[in-house]
């Protein structure tokens, strides 16, 4: 049996070993910089995730489909930030308007889409 992985942390799995890699790469925060895990965005549990050519492709029930690149390198400083999960500063990368208006209006709440930083480290995430 295959094991699930979460690619957005708190969300769907998605039952594929090549999404091990993936596996909690992407949070939600909300406008605290705080993660936004499932009990506080129960929408993320309801999420199609797929990979495919290269992007995570997020689905949901009337809303268009949304894809982010999965390997992409991060040379923007920019768009760096600092999230936290529990008590933890988590290097992250925003990825960006679309993103976070598509989140936002499933979600309906006010959050953006941010990606762990490949040079962040681990993340002790809440059990």
């Avoid at 039952?15 to 091990?20: F, L, Q, S």
């Avoid at 400083?77 to 933890?88: K, L």
């Avoid at 976070?100 to 480290?121: D, I, Q, S």
Wanted: hydrophobic share 45%.
């Amino acid at each position: 049996m295959t094991e699930s992985f979460h690619p957005i942390a708190g969300g769907a799995a998605v039952a594929r070993e090549d999404a091990r890699p993936y596996d909690r790469r992407w949070l939600l925060v909300g406008d605290d910089n705080a993660w936004l895990d499932g009990a506080q965005a129960p929408g993320l549990g309801q999420l199609d995730l797929s990979l495919r050519f290269g992007y995570l492709v997020i689905r949901a029930p009337g809303m268009l489909r949304l894809d982010i690149p999965l390997d992409v390198i991060e040379d923007d400083d920019s768009v760096e930030r600092v999230a936290r999960v529990g008590g933890q500063p988590v290097r992250v990368v925003d990825e960006g308007d679309l993103a976070a208006a598509w989140f936002a209006e499933w979600l309906g709440t006010p959050c953006r889409l941010m990606k762990v930083h490949p040079e962040a480290g681990a993340v002790a995430w809440p059990a």
